[in-house]
Nanobody, 131 residues
Framework: QVQLVESGGGLVQAGGSLRLSCAIS????????MGWFRQAPGKEREFVAVINWYGSITNYADSVKGRFTISRDNAKNTVYLQMNSLKPEDTAVYYC????????????????????????WGQGTQVTVSS
């Protein structure tokens, strides 16, 4: 059974930084494509970032490009989201997700931006950015 557990959320002032972590238990983590999504109150879940199994391909939503960095440590079964220059509009619950289907093939940025393409989800961690 695969379990994803996020941590690192909290309250930060605008312009500050946070690093989210997502620890994955279960087998074959290093063969999963990993994504981060977020959901603000009253809004739909939106794509934030994705990283391929090897860590050689990443993609970001335009709203976070240049401010957020996704990375992974396969030895630690963990994926990270470094968030810098945070804005109040970044306030949301952040979720990590795993796509376990043929992850050795990159399926393209459009594919990974769709939340229904992911098989496993964490419970989420709250990020609140004050102005």
């Amino acid at each position: 059974q695969v379990q994803l557990v996020e941590s690192g959320g909290g309250l930060v002032q605008a312009g500050g930084s946070l690093r989210l972590s997502c620890a994955i238990s279960g087998r074959a983590f290093n063969s999963y494509t990993m994504g981060w999504f977020r959901q603000a109150p009253g809004k739909e879940r939106e794509f934030v970032a994705v990283i391929n199994w090897y860590g050689s391909i990443t993609n970001y939503a335009d709203s976070v490009k240049g401010r957020f960095t996704i990375s992974r440590d396969n030895a630690k079964n963990t994926v990270y989201l470094q968030m810098n220059s945070l804005k109040p509009e970044d306030t949301a619950v952040y979720y990590c997700a795993a796509d376990s289907k043929a992850a050795q093939y990159w399926k393209g940025s459009v594919y990974y931006s769709q939340h229904d393409k992911y098989d496993y989800w964490g419970q989420g961690t709250q990020v609140t950015v004050s102005s």
